[in-house]
């Protein structure tokens, strides 16, 4: 195929889609917004975007293609809740794990096509997935665009699991070096996105296209079926008003504040005239305060319902029939609640700050944020002042920035397209071995995004290494290559590259070569290692250009203990670049580790291997 006739095509990257959905049948935000996206990518702009769908099978590691008629069904799943048959929806989900297409489909695409891969949802989970990413780069032609939606565990860590922001810190620390550019969901959050990449990585050029999820859900909704309000007649008291809050249940939402706000209003008023407040939104990270909170007041439980989960017909009915809505996050991407709100005419009422006000507009009612005297103020004025709440409801009607959802599909294509390729210029211009500092090959404990936490994904090089773990790195049988591009100081310079290796459970034969611009550096380093070893290998040479590889042969490899079923190679732990004039260095790498400290201590230096 000639260079004229190759075309540009969209690759969408489903895998956290299909994670979501083999757990829950009812999607969420970041999960509506892929759905829609796709869809209109697959139909109304199937000629600008020439789209294919692929998801990442775990167990075989690799992109499996999607039939597009696969992808309409699991969207048409998703949008009919519980209305589809769990055996319906779980057939669909098994149709992705044996696509009927041919073997080499994806290979052949690949090869005739220019294609720009996105992922809409999120990656970090996936092991290894900028490794692979790398590969496919290597054989062909591919950009890779993924949505950030928000930078969440840098910005507010206190609020996630210390897992997710250590794995988040190690993901968004790699990010400039492997995306050409990426998209995200306010001006806020790509500010934020900027500015943490600016910390850790100064003269970085990373383009971040923000575009609004303003989409008009109710829209979305009256295409596909009639509300009524009938249909919540089972949840809401008879008779009975109420207020809603849509957000997963945790305490980065901040319900507490809202729940004190309500029990003042219960003090001050007559109960009866309180509305009930409806918390829907799934169970999520540390919300046991809130929960305690009720526990310990019952009458002010009685008052507030907690749901997990409704259709989308059902959550049309509660934004229809509420009289207000209420956004309390401490920090968000954008807030798609907010827009939904808005989309079915019901005023919503959000605290004043980060991306919050720009899914609000000049529509929504504001309040101070972790303020609850003027959140009460506000609560009180729209309960109980009819005439007012009716004029800022019709305030909101007339003030609400929303469009199509075919409208935003059309942005994302038009502007992940624009994206030029960016990741090889970046990676020449800024990818560097630090001198003198220790690189950990592992999982990262970092709550900071930082480069020296990027290089564990960035040094490794090509498939055979399995995935990080926090005290190491197993390679796979075969070779297993690290790459190391020097910087320019360095070059013509003599050099020590320390090396820390561990053995398996069974004694191998291991080959060890350092390879500067394809060519071997001296005699490669061969050894039989026993079980469990602890080994720190130094190699010493003078670079005349920037390409160094050290190669690890472990041949087939040898099991690794019960329970665990890998066949592995070695554990690379740790490795150092210095100067060989730098005592100070080499005596830093020598006393950071046990084994090598206490060789050090007893005046022994069977530890270290000079090549």
Known sequence: MTLASRSTRLMFDISDLVQYMRASRIPTGIQRVQLQIIYFALTEFKAQANPMIVHFDLSGSRWVPVKSELFLALHDAAESGNEILEEDLQLLLQRLDHPDVPEDYLETELQENDFILVDLGTSWWIENYFLKLRELRKKYNIRYVPMIHDVIPIKTPEYCSRPLVEEFCQWFSTLPFEVDGAVTNSHWSAMDIQHHISEFLPEAV????????????????????????????????????????????????????????????????????????????????????????????????????????????????????????????????????????????????????????????????????????DLYGKLETLIFNDEERKRLSEHARAQANLRSWKEVAREFVDTILSIKPSVSVRQKELLRVPIGEILHIGKSSSATPNVGIAFANLLRDGLNWYGLEPWANWTRPGIATIRLPLPDEVIGHELLLFLRIRGPVFPCSITISCVLDKQTLGAPFDRWMQDFEWLTLVFRFRPESHNLFAEIDTGAGTPLPPPDTRRAGIAVTDLMLCHANDPIAQQKFMTSFPELHQAVSNGAHIALHQI
């Open 206 to 373: 990373f383009p971040i296209h923000p575009i609004a999820l303003n989409g008009d859900m109710r829209r979305d909704i009256s295409s596909r079926s009639t509300t009524s309000k009938e249909i919540i007649k089972h949840l809401v008291p008879s008779g009975s008003s109420f207020v809603l809050c849509v957000s997963t249940l945790e305490v980065r939402k901040n319900h507490l504040q809202i729940f004190r706000a309500w029990e003042r209003l219960m003090s001050t008023h007559d109960a009866t005239d309180v509305p009930v407040l409806i918390c829907l939104g799934k169970a999520g990270w540390l919300f046991e305060e809130a929960t305690e909170f009720l526990r310990t007041r019952p009458a002010l439980s009685a008052k507030i319902m907690l749901i997990s989960s409704v259709t989308d017909q059902t959550l049309a009915a509660l934004y229809q029939e509420c009289l207000f809505t209420i956004f309390n996050s401490f920090y968000e991407g954008w807030g798609l609640p907010i827009t939904e709100s808005l989309s079915f005419g019901a005023l919503p009422l959000i605290a004043c700050h980060t991306s919050l006000t720009e899914a609000g507009g000049r529509a929504a009612v504001y309040f101070r944020n972790d303020d609850v005297d």
